[in-house]
């Protein structure tokens, strides 16, 4: 998920040992529980962290390992500590990995309980049209410090410019230090909905995911109870979706998902006050596959436990305003605070 590179091998195992030692002795006093997990991950903002700061992944994960009876705790690690911390055999795992062969081996993997997109992002009028990262070649663009953006990122072509957060790229891309910024589209969509006189006036933002990858849960093999907690793990995604937790936990009102399994997509308001009209803005969880031959499928929308082919089928007692204040239950923190 984050940066793989690190120190050398032998200061790099006595640096997860320290770790390690560390973590362990934070959970000394919950030993007892056999059903907790010691899991690990990076500081990722807004999808990992430690509580009380943004941390949907986190936050989504532990929720649904909550309704099966399993508690979990993670330890928040530098990026050249995640991969060897997660490997190492100490701990059970982690609530936000990506997948790569050197861990397929080691762990037991969930179902993507979310897809990292990550969109272009310029100023406005700014060309977007990149369909690969070798389209930047020579461009100057802004990626968070640590993040993990591919094994082939540092040849692909753009300039590449750290910066310290997803706040910290939009302002060195309004002030002209950067020609683009790479972000995810959960963030894109934070802006958008949050934001929208000063997105649509400033920003310019790409449509074709430039990097795409699957966030899972990951539990070590070793560990006897692991299958079974991932098969009860995946049981609760699709009754989540459903039910609004997704819309808590990711500060979203609209999400574009699969809720009844059947292979089309329906549309999902974050209550059954769908509002006056159709969503303008909407998050979908996972992109379909592109496919030139094939018609993309038209979404349903999701309203009151049943599936309307069209907005227009929406039953009118639906189609009200939501002005409800914040859900308290949502996912903690908050999220971003972006200076125009």
């Known amino acids: 998920m984050r940066s793989l590179d690190g120190p050398r091998p032998a200061a790099r195992w006595m640096t997860v040992a320290i770790v390690v030692l560390g973590c362990l002795a934070t959970w000394a006093t919950v030993g007892a529980q056999n059903a907790q997990l010691k899991l690990v991950s990076t500081a990722w903002p807004p999808f990992t962290n430690p509580p009380k700061q943004p941390r949907f992944a986190l936050d989504l994960v532990e929720t649904a390992l909550g309704r099966v009876g399993v508690a979990a705790k993670t330890a928040i690690v530098s990026a050249p500590q995640y991969t060897p911390s997660l490997l190492s055999g100490l701990l059970d795992g982690s609530a936000a990995a990506w997948k790569d062969p050197e861990r397929e081996r080691e762990l037991v993997f969930s179902k993507p309980y979310l897809e990292n997109r990550l969109v272009l992002v310029g100023r406005h009028g700014a060309d977007v049209a990149a369909k690969t990262l070798a389209d930047l070649k020579g461009k100057r663009v802004a990626i968070v410090e640590g993040y993990s953006y591919g094994q082939t990122i540092d040849t692909a072509g753009p300039v590449w410019v750290r910066s310290h957060s997803e706040e910290d790229s939009l302002t060195q891309l309004l002030k002209s230090g950067v020609d683009y910024t790479l972000m995810d589209e959960l963030v894109v ?50 009754g989540m979706i459903a ?6 936990m990711l500060h979203v009102d609209w999400i574009e998902a699969d809720v009844n399994g059947d292979g089309v997509p329906e549309l999902v308001p974050r209550t059954d006050q769908a509002g006056s009209s159709a969503p303008l803005h909407v998050y979908t969880l996972f992109a379909p596959p592109s496919s030139p031959s094939e018609t993309p499928m038209k979404p349903g929308f999701y309203v009151g436990g049943n599936v309307y082919a069209d907005w227009a089928s929406v039953p009118e007692n639906y189609k009200v305003s939501n002005s409800d204040k914040p859900d308290p239950r949502r996912s903690t923190g908050t999220v971003f605070r972006f200076v125009w």
């Open 243 to 248: 039910d609004r937790t997704y819309h808590r």
């Open 189 to 238: 969509h934070y802006i958008v909905s949050n934001y929208p006189k000063e997105s649509d006036t400033r920003l310019e933002i790409g449509t074709t995911p430039l990097v795409t990858r699957d966030l899972h849960l990951a539990l070590k093999r070793t560990r006897a109870d692991a299958q079974s907690i991932i098969e009860r793990f995946n049981a609760q995604l699709q």
